[in-house]
T-cell receptor
Framework: GAVVSQHPSWVICKSGTSVKIECRSL??????MFWYRQFPKQSLMLMATSNEGSKATYEQGVEKDKFLINHASLTLSTLTVTSAHPEDSSFYIC????????????FGSGTRLTVV | DAKTTQPPSMDCAEGRAANLPCNHSTISGNEYVYWYRQIHSQGPQYIIHGLKNNETNEMASLIITEDRKSSTLILPHATLRDTAVYYCIVRRYNNNDMRFGAGTRLTVKP
């Protein structure tokens, strides 16, 4: 079945630095990728939707200049958390699909970001 | 997309069937019901989806009421590894995104 690889699985960074998270579709071309954030004991919150070759669409309240999303190819999307602060510490999850279908999307295994 | 309501938590004995309910009373005719689960510190895993007919796969069965206002996910023989948060999501066929509610935390006990 479809596999989405997310890297790194965990990262610790210093406050003020930037962190890049990669999301790759391994055996299919993903025209659409999604980025979620999940705080402890909470549900997944959709941050943004990215379509290959175009700008990402951010959800209300998500700062596009802080969470930079690049979907430069049909198999790779990246999320860069710029000038990270401790409150950005969270579990970040990506998902990918082949466009709007009646099937769901495949999720990555997530990235645990800790900002110290 | 229609909103869903699920109980926050449920317990189930190992080996017994786990029946997880979901209410989606405002569902529209072109909206599907999806179920995902999330085991601790992992990404969500697709389980099953359906429109109006009952569905079954190797993981679970999905029972959708005739009026489509509610559904039940059935894990026929729950194991300890089925302990997870289960999310019921209603989504239009041509809608791109997948939005999660609070889900049901299922705990399978020995």
């Amino acid at each position: 079945g479809a596999v989405v690889s997310q890297h790194p699985s965990w990262v610790i960074c210093k406050s003020g630095t930037s962190v890049k998270i990669e999301c790759r579709s391994l055996d299919f071309q993903a025209t659409t990728m999604f980025w979620y954030r999940q705080f402890p004991k909470q549900s997944l919150m959709l941050m943004a939707t990215s379509n290959e070759g175009s700008k990402a669409t951010y959800e209300q309240g998500v700062e596009k200049d802080k969470f930079l999303i690049n979907h430069a190819s049909l198999t790779l999307s990246t999320l860069t958390v710029t000038s990270a602060h401790p409150e950005d510490s969270s579990f970040y999850i990506c998902s990918a699909g082949q466009g709007a279908t009646n099937y769901g999307y495949t999720f990555g295994s997530g990235t645990r970001l800790t900002v110290v | 997309d229609a909103k869903t309501t699920q109980p926050p938590s449920m317990d189930c004995a190992e080996g017994r069937a786990a029946n997880l309910p979901c209410n989606h009373s405002t569902i529209s005719g072109n909206e599907y019901v999806y179920w995902y689960r999330q085991i601790h510190s992992q990404g969500p895993q697709y389980i099953i989806h359906g429109l109006k007919n009952n569905e079954t796969n190797e993981m679970a069965s999905l029972i959708i009421t005739e009026d489509r206002k509610s559904s039940t996910l059935i894990l026929p023989h729950a194991t300890l590894r089925d302990t997870a948060v289960y999310y019921c999501i209603v989504r239009r066929y041509n809608n791109n995104d997948m939005r999660f509610g609070a889900g049901t935390r299922l705990t399978v006990k020995p």
